[in-house]
């Protein structure tokens, strides 16, 4: 790869659209995107988001993007070398821009993400991970998504460690940071003797083979064990919009947006929109009607091959069969598109077929290795699922795989759902109007989900 003088080839496109462009303010990003998607040296590493050697390149709404900016500035003083520095930020017109952030501790390398790799991890990477990370806690702060490895990434010569997603960090208390050295330290050290090779460019990533036993993905991805993912019914465009606008400013790390209100259509294109404004937010989709592998087939090329997650009210589990044909469909797919992100299956779910009490722990357990989470709900629309079901179905899946809840859940009833669920996936319970999402439910429901140990 030839070397680039980066700053000035995002300058060149972000220019040439400026002076092309008849799209008004807001919507010129999508031409800079398309833009750079054809340069022929960066990576692209997301719908926004794109790496040159040790270099990304954020695109987005600038104002959403100052939090990274505002953060970095922080570690700054610190001195991290899993952080990387503010490089340049241009704008693309008065809403959006490009940011460029450089790691300064792997100059020329390239990077992956660690889940794609088997790379042994090399003493010196470990101490110096371990050593930002301890510096963090010393000064009452945390990077969360330093629990699992999804957000690290590693480095092509030197095995350099370091982590994205910045814009995280916030203050911890001394428990805090011991349980999360303490994680860290259990992932470094399976990391230290060498694997069976496999490449980082590989299409599936080694810790995502379809057929092997989730290991509590929902921690990996969002970097605590629960989190709450708010479902917006989008009614219209702006209303949809505005919902988004409240879960993310009460903390939530991602969202489901479902085809009730829109078309699928409408939805898939919504995505896009809420990328726009909010890169760092985790965006799924539930397409009612729609088999799994055809919404990830349709989402990867409508939304530019990102998709975070998927959620099918039947994931077609039969837990007295031998074989899963119809769930298999969604690991073929998976596969074949090289996809890495959630999926949500339905098992026991709402209007599909009955499973009986004795045998709910088994349907659990039959589904692992066809879906990293594994959904269930209560008997109807806002309707709470009986807790003695939920601790069957936790039972059924041990310490190999993610629960989440669909159905029913509020701040009166959360209590009985945190010792067993590991994503609450509520629209009811947090709406003041079908559509509209409540600030202080959504704050509410939130605060107690993160603060359960």
């Given at each position: 790869?030839?070397?680039?003088?980066i700053c000035d080839e995002i300058r060149h496109v972000v220019e040439r659209v400026a002076r092309t462009s008849v799209a008004p303010d807001g919507t010129k990003f999508h031409e800079v995107l398309a833009a750079l998607r054809e340069h022929p040296f960066l990576e692209?590493?997301?719908?926004?988001?794109?790496?040159?050697?040790?270099?990304?390149?954020?695109?987005?709404?600038?104002?959403?993007?100052?939090?990274?900016?505002?953060?970095?500035?922080?570690?700054?003083?610190?001195?991290?070398?899993?952080?990387?520095?503010?490089?340049?930020?241009?704008?693309?017109?008065?809403?959006?821009?490009?940011?460029?952030?450089?790691?300064?501790?792997?100059?020329?390398?390239?990077?992956?993400?660690?889940?794609?790799?088997?790379?042994?991890?090399?003493?010196?990477?470990?101490?110096?991970?371990?050593?930002?990370?301890?510096?963090?806690?010393?000064?009452?702060?945390?990077?969360?998504?330093?629990?699992?490895?999804?957000?690290?990434?590693?480095?092509?010569?030197?095995?350099?460690?370091?982590?994205?997603?910045?814009?995280?960090?916030?203050?911890?208390?001394?428990?805090?940071?011991?349980?999360?050295?303490?994680?860290?330290?259990?992932?470094?050290?399976?990391?230290?003797?060498?694997?069976?090779?496999?490449?980082?460019?590989?299409?599936?990533?080694?810790?995502?083979?379809?057929?092997?036993?989730?290991?509590?993905?929902?921690?990996?991805?969002?970097?605590?064990?629960?989190?709450?993912?708010?479902?917006?019914?989008?009614?219209?465009?702006?209303?949809?919009?505005?919902?988004?606008?409240?879960?993310?400013?009460?903390?939530?790390?991602?969202?489901?947006?479902?085809?009730?209100?829109?078309?699928?259509?409408?939805?898939?294109?919504?995505?896009?929109?809420?990328?726009?404004?909010?890169?760092?937010?985790?965006?799924?989709?539930?397409?009612?009607?729609?088999?799994?592998?055809?919404?990830?087939?349709?989402?990867?090329?409508?939304?530019?091959?990102?998709?975070?997650?998927?959620?099918?009210?039947?994931?077609?589990?039969?837990?007295?069969?031998?074989?899963?044909?119809?769930?298999?469909?969604?690991?073929?797919?998976?596969?074949?598109?090289?996809?890495?992100?959630?999926?949500?299956?339905?098992?026991?779910?709402?209007?599909?077929?009955?499973?009986?009490?004795?045998?709910?722990?088994?349907?659990?357990?039959?589904?692992?290795?066809?879906?990293?989470?594994?959904?269930?709900?209560?008997?109807?629309?806002?309707?709470?699922?009986?807790?003695?079901?939920?601790?069957?179905?936790?039972?059924?899946?041990?310490?190999?795989?993610?629960?989440?809840?669909?159905?029913?859940?509020?701040?009166?009833?959360?209590?009985?759902?945190?010792?067993?669920?590991?994503?609450?996936?509520?629209?009811?319970?947090?709406?003041?109007?079908?559509?509209?999402?409540?600030?202080?439910?959504?704050?509410?429901?939130?605060?107690?989900?993160?603060?359960?140990?």
């Amino acid at each position: 790869m030839p070397a680039l003088n980066i700053c000035d080839e995002i300058r060149h496109v972000v220019e040439r659209v400026a002076r092309t462009s008849v799209a008004p303010d807001g919507t010129k990003f999508h031409e800079v995107l398309a833009a750079l998607r054809e340069h022929p040296f960066l990576e692209k590493q997301g719908t926004l988001d794109f790496r040159y050697n040790e270099f990304q390149i954020h695109v987005g709404n600038s104002a959403v993007m100052g939090t990274l900016v505002r953060a970095l500035a922080m570690m700054e003083s610190y001195a991290l070398s899993t952080a990387p520095s503010l490089v340049a930020q241009i704008p693309i017109d008065a809403e959006d821009g490009v940011l460029i952030t450089r790691y300064a501790a792997c100059p020329g390398e390239r990077l992956a993400r660690v889940d794609t790799t088997t790379v042994p991890f090399r003493e010196a990477a470990i101490a110096r991970f371990r050593a930002d990370l301890q510096k963090l806690i010393d000064h009452g702060l945390m990077h969360p998504y330093a629990r699992g490895t999804y957000h690290w990434l590693i480095s092509s010569e030197t095995g350099t460690l370091v982590l994205d997603s910045w814009e995280a960090v916030r203050e911890c208390n001394a428990k805090e940071g011991i349980e999360l050295m303490g994680r860290a330290d259990r992932l470094l050290a399976s990391r230290r003797q060498a694997q069976p090779s496999r490449s980082a460019s590989s299409s599936l990533p080694a810790s995502k083979d379809p057929m092997a036993p989730s290991k509590r993905r929902i921690e990996e991805v969002f970097g605590c064990p629960r989190v709450l993912l708010p479902v917006i019914h989008p009614v219209d465009r702006n209303t949809a919009l505005e919902s988004v606008r409240v879960a993310r400013e009460a903390g939530v790390r991602g969202i489901f947006l479902i085809n009730q209100g829109m078309s699928s259509e409408q939805v898939l294109d919504l995505v896009m929109i809420v990328r726009g404004r909010y890169p760092d937010l985790w965006v799924g989709v539930n397409l009612l009607g729609e088999p799994p592998a055809r919404v990830l087939e349709w989402g990867l090329e409508v939304c530019a091959n990102r998709l975070d997650g998927i959620w099918a009210d039947n994931a077609n589990i039969n837990e007295d069969a031998d074989a899963q044909p119809m769930a298999q469909a969604l690991v073929n797919a998976r596969l074949a598109h090289g996809w890495d992100g959630l999926y949500f299956g339905g098992v026991a779910f709402k209007y599909q077929r009955h499973i009986p009490t004795a045998d709910l722990g088994r349907a659990a357990a039959a589904a692992v290795p066809y879906m990293d989470v594994v959904c269930t709900s209560g008997p109807g629309t806002g309707q709470a699922a009986e807790a003695q079901k939920v601790a069957s179905m936790r039972a059924g899946l041990g310490n190999a795989g993610s629960l989440a809840l669909a159905s029913g859940v509020s701040e009166a009833n959360i209590a009985s759902y945190l010792p067993y669920v590991d994503a609450y996936l509520v629209g009811t319970g947090i709406e003041e109007a079908f559509g509209v999402l409540d600030p202080e439910l959504v704050v509410g429901l939130h605060r107690k989900i993160m603060a359960h140990r």
